[in-house]
């Protein structure tokens, strides 16, 4: 039984909004014992010192320069003492009685060794992030092509969505996200920790492909509930696409053949440039466009595209 849970986050220059994630914990983990690490990537905005006088039993580690994602979790994670460790993004809100059903699901279903939950728009409407399904070389092509924009959600042309789900049933998933996971701290020992090689996303699926790779099966759980503000860190969308594609073509180069990853890098590459063109036909924000001009930089997967992509500006890059 998990007697203990340590719920770590990653912050970055999002201050008023992990102090009201840090809020929502308060109110809302009833009945589940927890510590809570924030791990704060040298923000510039005061959070470290504004979460220790709001919320001084949490254990706020200051990492000292932006660490990304992974590193910064690891570290959390080291600070940590739970016999779980559940991964809660800073701009999400935990709703009253999630933690206790995802942990009562976990503690009843051991086996699964990975469990994520639902995730809501602060509108109240479905975020489907908080699992995907695994890339494949048919997903690949299918967003080359344009066929997965143009056939959204459909499971034979836009896998990687796993199609019209609600993610309102339990149900066995490839990729389990970061805003919401839980593991035990044996299951996470045993899988290896995240990967400190990615620098922002795309770890949390090669972490979840380990995960299967070692006999688990991630698992949704759909009473366990969130509200997301899905990359209120994030200023500009066509740099956080640059950053996904990053996450993408490492997750392909550390885990298939060489030879396949080489294709599925330039099937990422050329549905970058199909939109690109769309954007240019259409006369739409250049998002896309901007993923197009950097594909240099992206392509070769972190971490090269840490210092390629960001470059001196990597202090800007949201964690």
Known sequence: MIALVSIILVSYETREATLECLASIASAHRGVPIEVVVVDNASGDGSAAAIREAHPDTIVVEAG???????????????????????????????????????????????????????????????????????????????????????????????????????????????????????????????????ERFFLYGEDAEFSSRARRRGYRPVIVPDAVIVHEVGGSTSSKGRKMCMVMAGKATLLRLTWRPAAAGLG????????????????????EPDWSIVWRRRADWRTGYPEAERTLFGLEASEVAA
């Not at 570290?75 to 009253?96: C, Q």
């Not at 999630?98 to 942990?103: E, H, I, N, T, Y």
């Not at 639902?118 to 699992?131: E, F, M, N, Q, Y």
């Not at 890098?265 to 739409?284: D, F, H, K, M, S």
């Open 65 to 195: 320069a932006n660490l990304g994602f992974a590193r910064a979790v690891e570290l959390g994670v080291a600070a940590s003492t739970g016999d779980a460790v559940l991964l809660l993004n800073p701009d999400t809100l935990l709703l009253p009685g999630s933690l206790q059903r995802l942990v009562d699901f976990a503690d009843a279903n051991p086996a699964h060794g990975v469990y994520g939950g639902r995730t809501l728009r602060p509108d109240g409407t479905l975020d489907p992030s908080s699992c995907w399904g695994e890339p494949t070389l048919w997903s690949l092509a299918c967003f080359a092509t344009g066929l997965s924009t143009a056939f959204r959600h459909s499971t034979l042309f836009d896998p990687e969505s796993l199609g019209r789900w609600r993610r309102d049933s339990v149900r066995e998933v490839p990729v389990i996200t970061g805003c919401l996971l839980l593991a035990r701290r044996a299951d996470w020992d045993r899988i290896g920790g995240m990967d």
């Open 265 to 284: 890098v330039a099937l990422l590459q050329a549905g970058a440039g199909l939109r690109a063109a769309l954007e240019q036909v259409t006369g739409t």
